[in-house]
């Protein structure tokens, strides 16, 4: 069983900045971050795979950078430039697929508890 325990969330303001991270108990190949807002499916937001292949919504190109440190089995994304559709349940996740970062939820086994960001206009 994998814990990911996750930390970073809260309020700010349009075009403010607000870093996640989420620390896992094992090493995993591929760690994501997925949001989901109220009324709406959870989606894809940036991952990451062991050797540093990263993907990103096209919401948050240029906005959002993902990072990870092997050594700590931890994963953090930094947000910047933050908008008011930002504001969402952001949840850190885990997958076996090692070769490229899928988009899809049902490729991922092990979630955290969720970290809520609200941006205020």
């Known amino acids: 069983q994998v814990q990911l325990v996750e930390s970073g969330g809260g309020l700010v303001q349009t075009g403010g900045s607000l870093r996640l991270s989420c620390a896992a108990s094992v090493s995993r190949p591929t760690m994501a971050w997925f949001r989901q807002a109220p009324g709406k499916e959870r989606e894809f937001v940036a991952g990451i795979t062991g050797s540093f292949g990263k993907a990103y919504a096209d919401a948050v190109k240029g906005r959002f950078t993902i990072s990870r440190d092997n050594t700590k089995n ?6 910047n430039s933050l908008k008011p559709e930002d504001t969402a349940v952001y949840y850190c996740a885990t997958s076996s697929i090692s070769a490229v970062v899928p988009g899809r939820p049902r490729n991922y086994d092990y979630w955290g508890q969720g970290t809520q960001v609200t941006v205020s206009s």
Do not use: A, F, G, S
């Open 74 to 79: 931890t994963v953090d994304l930094q947000m």
